[in-house]
């Protein structure tokens, strides 16, 4: 009787071929998703096997159980899988696999195929004329019905439209969108430490059901979120998947979407994976890039997000890279209420515009404008005497305050939000230099 073996498959190179895309990022970015769900149905089709064998798919990787004796044409299949790949992303894309007999426990049998692709993903990869990428030789996105007969490809699409509805808003339009400033930019995320979280699976079955309800997560919420009021005019799906996902659009709904989508998935993570130890796979991170010119390309941008997000993993997990800041989702939630008292103080009361500038000229960085920085901890300020004048003075160039109390109010709370309880000891908040930037673009200051 016949022994089974498992195949694991990884696509390399993702990251780069997207980044160095010109002006094809999403057909890119289908076809790149497309690469770890169509190839191992296509496989199990040609071999005439069920499509029951297929364990785990999307997020670059692909997981199959077959019979041993298919071992040689399934190799062949792989082989022949990623030379497609490198030859029509210019050598950038491959495929790199491990085969193992299912013998021992789990664990035993993903260390194996674990130190296999450690291997191969080292080895250099090398393709003799490559062509450059061409977005018409690839599939449609989602078409692939061929290799699975009534059973699609969970590909998560959307793209808002233009003011005639007849094509895909360009990022102009989509920035023409926005409250306020009219900009646009990209969002990036990931879970942190997902991986992790699945390798800590105790059975093949513990994985598979595990995986399977990350990527159902993403493809269910984040085409629920893109069809909300908020969002389904104002931003593009790039790509979405259990390894991350990426939309471009409107600033001002970027990080609306990014604050609800954080919000579900806190829930999610705490409905399934309470009994679970550790802090792997329980939070999201995610990073924000606003283009600063109008001739901007959107790779550029999607690059600039991607490297972001990598200073926010960096910097601490369960965190937001957003106007210069690595902030954490309470954090982010408090220079949200920052910036309605800073909006109020602006449009309801009168207050000057250069109280925002006053507010970001005590925040020491090396660029003098609004500065960069990832840190987390709030940052002292030596003569808090003069913050607190200073403020005062901007606060009394305010030309409506026939509602006194209620202005009063505002002003309490605006300095609290900067400098906590203690007047002796101002440490400003790492919040209140991203709440200033958000008034300055919803409020056109």
Known sequence: MSFQIFLHGRILGTEEFLRSAVNDLEGRAQWVSSLSEAPPRE????????????????????????PA????????????????????????????????????????????LHDELQRKTGAPASLAGT??????????????SKFTPGEGIPLVRHAALNDQDTAPAGVRTLGSRAKGKRIWGVLRGSVDGLQARLHKAVTIEEHLAMSEMFKRFFAGEIGVLCSLPDFWRKVTVVYAGPAGFAIYGAWDALIGFARE???????????????????????????VALAQTSDQ????????????????????RDTIYLFHRVLEWKQLADAADTKQVLTRLIKEFRCSPDLLNE???FYRES??????????????????WRFHSRIN????????????????????????????????????????????EWTRLETGA
């Open 297 to 316: 390309s959107l790779p550029e941008v999607f690059a600039q997000s991607g490297d972001l997000l990598g200073i926010a993993k960096v910097t601490g």
């Open 261 to 287: 989508l954080q919000r579900v998935f806190q829930i999610f993570v705490e409905t399934n994976l309470r009994d679970h130890a550790g802090t792997e796979g329980k939070s999201i991170s995610m990073a």
């Open 131 to 144: 062509n450059a990428f061409e977005a018409g030789s690839l599939p449609a996105a989602g078409d692939f």
């Open 359 to 361: 507010l970001a000229s």
């Open 367 to 384: 660029d003098t404008q609004w500065g960069v920085s990832s840190r987390l901890k709030s940052e002292r300020v030596d003569r808090p």
């Open 69 to 112: 004796e298919f071992r040689a044409k399934a190799e062949d299949f792989c082989a022949r899988a990623s030379g497609d790949a490198l030859q029509k992303s210019g050598g950038a894309v491959r495929l790199v696999w491990a085969i193992t007999e299912n013998l021992g426990d789990w664990s035993d049998i993903r260390r194996r």
């Open 393 to 436: 003075i901007m606060l009394d160039t305010a030309r409506d305050t026939r509602r006194n109390n209620e202005f009063q109010k505002l002003r309490a709370e605006l300095v609290s939000d900067f400098t906590g309880k203690k007047a002796a000891h101002v440490r400003l908040r790492p919040q209140g230099r991203v709440a200033l």
């Open 43 to 66: 496989l199990l089709t040609e071999l005439g096997l069920s499509p029951m064998l297929l364990g785990q798919s999307g997020g670059d990787q692909f997981l199959l159980l077959i």
